[in-house]
């Protein structure tokens, strides 16, 4: 399972989407859907202008778990 973390991550920077939406130019529904998880698709510009501004790396963003079996 991939999740993101954007939402945690600015909660500890005490950085609000609006805020990350201006100093990266992403637009903030794009940054909203970010924060909530609702990301199916990365933008690799978007990311990397993300971890820029954060000055963090992709794996703080972005997480994977391994998947559940349910037999």
Not at 34 to 58: A, G, P, S, T
Request: charged share 30%; hydrophobic share 35%; with cysteine.
């Amino acid at each position: 399972m991939i999740k993101i973390c954007l939402s945690r991550i600015l909660g500890e920077q005490r950085i609000n989407q609006a805020e990350l939406a201006r100093r990266t130019g992403i637009r903030p529904s794009t940054i909203n859907e970010w924060y909530h998880d609702f990301v199916e698709r990365v933008n690799l510009e978007h990311l990397d202008r993300i971890c820029e501004v954060l000055q963090c790396e992709i794996t703080d963003i972005i997480e994977r778990t391994p998947n559940s079996k349910n037999h």
